[in-house]
């Protein structure tokens, strides 16, 4: 069944924080069924995730410190979407910024809530293929502690049944990219 958005009514709404990349609110709503309760929520704009790959079939991944998991995650690149940014374009950058590496060829994957219980967060998953590495690529972003890693897809499979840390988008992504990839 496709999805159906069914907004539902706001009763009254709190603000609780503006942050640089989301914001923060509660709210008293009625739901479409007519239940009444308070629920809270993380407002994000957006994210553009690529599975990149390059033309001998590796996938392209970041090793990324992240101060929420205290730790380093195996993921593919991904950024925030900007104010009135198409998410293609968002991953352009992204993919260049973070790997070092530009795709001649793009293909949707599709979309997908990251955690629906609390966050409005939409990620926007693209396959990004023909990968040239640049020459002169642009610096990371001052706040980022980022190492590329190519992998297979089944290397990768693995690390994630070793149980290496691997973040869920970056999971959600693969099984989407799986029909096109080969081993």
Not at 44 to 67: E, I, M, S
Not at 90 to 102: D, H, L, M, S, V
Not at 158 to 164: F, K, N, R, S
Request: aromatic letters at 10%.
């Amino acid at each position: 069944m496709p999805y159906q958005h069914e907004p539902a009514e706001h009763i009254k709404q709190q603000f609780f924080y503006q942050g640089r990349k989301f914001s923060f609110d509660g709210s008293t709503l009625r739901l479409p069924n007519g239940v009444v309760g308070n629920w809270e929520c993380i407002r994000h704009p957006g994210g553009a995730l690529a599975v990149p790959v390059t033309p001998n079939g590796k996938l392209v991944l970041v090793r990324q410190y992240r101060f929420a998991a205290q730790g380093r995650l195996l993921e593919f690149p991904a950024g925030t979407v900007e104010p009135h940014e198409d998410p293609a374009e968002t991953i352009k950058r992204e993919i260049e910024e973070e790997t070092g590496y530009r795709a001649g060829q793009w293909r949707k994957l599709g979309q997908f809530f990251l955690a629906p219980g609390y966050s409005d967060e939409i990620i926007y998953a693209f396959l990004a293929q023909d990968l040239e590495e640049l020459p002169n690529p642009p610096a990371q972003d001052e706040d980022e502690d980022i190492e590329t890693v190519l992998m297979t897809p089944m290397e990768l499979e693995q690390a994630i049944l070793d149980g290496e840390p691997v973040d869920a988008k970056s999971i959600s992504a693969l099984v989407l990219a799986r029909p096109f990839l080969s081993e």
